[in-house]
């Protein structure tokens, strides 16, 4: 067994430890074997894959170093659209996300556990509920005489069907609906840690409760906010299934172009130029809000 | 804090919550009462209920046969990446390390990295290999997704248990697997349970590597569901959605709702 050879390797000053010494490197060499499976799987198929996709973007169809695919991504107009409409639409669902996810963290950690932990389940139900089981659910209700349409014709604040769906629209109501509990469920887990003593003893100093959510409840849920928001803005970038059916092919985003350059060119070239650029900015994005929520963190205490 | 706030006051949060929990579960609700439609449109409320699309389901062998791809995928990549997930929580748990951070990071890295990643670069190294619609390359995948959620799930469970019991077991003499089998792993026996599950929800609801990497006769549920969704709404959809539905959110919710009913007690 691998063990029993690495133990076997030992370096030349081995006799030199104790007997005690030795059996503690052994059972840390013991313990780390049983990480190696999974560090494995990680290394041969996403490690391995991922790098040599960097190299492929590098390369041009007669394997000769090249920038072209990246030049591509900056000067033709249709894929600087694609990155702007990648963008919009994850700022915007990410933003709506926010608006509508905060209030409901913060209502349930308020809450008496008896109706937080009901109310729980109306967040974690979606999350347990196949993504395309609820991408089929918003085709049914967004179609032009689905019930949205029927129910605003019934209501008379609409006189003809609204396009709710092959469109921007329905892409974004399709991903906010799947995003919120990857922004609440965070947010809510760090609002639950709030000290609620803080908010006490600003009431006791004379602020309003408006003046100590703003000015002691706000920034203390900060973290956990930047968490589910980070979290939630990447997910939007990479994201492929309900833009590919809500958006009804009119809607591009990044993963979808990856997916069609796959199919669509000869080469590996192009596809894994978007992916590089995909995965910087995932990287980047989440080493940014690593570095502020370390600060945060130290400033907090 | 609430003394200073009446609830009439907040009266706008109550109303907002309830309004975002609807619209979080009812659209996925929908599709149950669709399934029982007996026209061959989408409309809600159904006018006439049968259950053609049960039958549908059951009569094609096209979708049965992504069913039994997509459930031997996940029963597979179940037993696979229970045991990887959980000896690297042990390992990390008991260990120690100088560089637990890194392995821990490396581990659930495959979370990090967007999914229409991890399908094109396995496309491509499976391509090399020729397993391209092999259902070994799926469960790979699959694993690699799943490891993360087993791994985390099984650490918790290490959390709420006391190390010294294994200890004990070992100081009388059992090899550490025969401590870890016969005294910790009934006691975390819970959250491996809970990793296993969520690693074949994982497998069975995956559908971006689905789509890189399965096809024709091999194709997984979610593959056919999703080329059906793109092409042409087929209401048999509907019945295997409500399908999906009871399988998938039964037992996490059961669970819930028990340790709720705990909690009160």
């Not at chain 1, 006189?159 to 609906?177: A, C, E, K, S």
């Not at chain 1, 006490?200 to 906010?225: D, H, K, Q, V």
Request: glycine share 6%; charged share 10%; proline share 5%.
């Amino acid at each position: 067994m691998a063990i029993s050879t690495a133990a076997a390797n030992l370096p030349g000053d081995a006799h030199y430890l104790t007997e005690l010494e030795q059996d503690a490197r052994r059972e840390k060499r013991q313990l780390f074997a049983l990480c190696t499976p999974g560090l494995l799987l990680t290394m041969l198929l996403l490690f391995l894959p991922i790098g040599w996709l960097f190299w492929f973007s590098f390369i041009d169809a007669d394997g000769n170093p090249t920038f072209e695919h990246y030049s591509r991504i900056w000067t033709e107009g249709a894929y600087v659209q694609i990155f702007v409409i990648t963008f919009q639409i994850s700022i915007l669902v990410t933003v709506i996300c926010v608006l509508l996810g905060y209030p409901v963290a913060y209502c349930l950690s308020q809450l008496p556990a008896k109706w937080s932990g009901l109310l729980l389940i109306g967040i974690l139900l979606p999350f347990w509920t196949s993504l395309l089981v609820r991408t089929y659910a918003w085709l049914v209700l967004l179609q032009r005489r689905g019930i949205v349409n029927d129910t605003l014709i019934d209501l008379g604040i609409v006189q003809q069907p609204l396009p709710l769906m092959h469109n921007m629209t329905g892409t974004i109501i399709g991903m906010v609906h799947i995003m919120i509990p990857f922004l609440v469920l965070p947010l809510y887990a760090s609002m639950k840690s709030i000290d609620g003593s803080y908010l006490r003893a600003a009431a006791n100093l004379g602020a309003s409760p408006t003046r100590a959510f703003w000015e002691i409840y706000l920034p203390l849920s900060l973290p956990g906010l930047l968490a589910g928001l980070v979290l939630t803005f990447i997910l939007c970038l990479g994201f492929y299934i309900t833009p590919a059916v809500l958006g009804g092919g009119r809607v591009q985003m990044i993963a979808q172009r990856i997916e069609a350059s796959v199919h669509l060119y000869p080469t590996w070239g192009p596809a894994s130029a978007l992916g590089a650029v995909l995965l910087l900015l995932t990287t980047l994005i989440l080493l940014a809000s690593h570095l502020l929520l370390g600060r945060w963190r130290r400033r907090l205490g | 804090m609430e003394s200073h706030v009446t609830h009439q006051q907040r009266l706008w949060l109550y109303l907002l919550t309830v309004l975002v929990i609807c619209f979080l579960v009812l659209p996925s609700l929908i599709v149950i009462p669709m399934s029982f439609s007996g026209a061959n449109s989408l409309m809600f409320p159904p006018k006439t209920w049968s259950l053609r699309w049960y039958d549908n389901f059951i009569h094609s062998p096209q979708w049965l046969e992504a069913t039994w791809v997509s459930v031997r995928v996940a029963f597979f990549t179940t037993l696979l990446a229970t045991p990887i997930g959980t000896a690297a929580a042990y390992g990390l748990h008991v260990g120690r390390f100088v560089f637990a951070p890194v392995i821990y990071g490396m581990l659930i890295a495959a979370l990090m990295v967007p999914v229409i990643l991890i399908a094109v670069g396995a496309f491509f190294l499976f391509a090399q290999l020729d397993m391209i619609n092999t259902i070994p390359a799926l469960v790979l995948c699959d694993t690699l997704l799943a490891v993360p959620f087993v791994l985390v799930t099984v650490a918790a469970g290490f959390k709420g248990y006391d190390m010294n019991q294994e200890q004990v077991a070992r100081s009388l003499g059992a090899h550490r697997f025969k401590a870890f089998m016969t005294v910790t792993l009934p006691q975390i026996r819970a959250s491996v349970m809970a990793g296993g599950f969520f690693a074949f929800i994982i497998a069975f609801d995956e559908v971006v590597i689905a789509i890189f990497m399965s096809g024709g006769e091999g194709a997984t549920l979610t593959n056919l569901m999703f080329s059906s969704l793109r092409d042409q709404v087929d209401p048999t959809i509907a019945a295997i959605s409500t399908l999906m539905i009871v399988l998938t959110t039964i037992p996490p919710l059961a669970v819930h709702i028990l340790s709720l009913k705990r909690q009160r007690r």
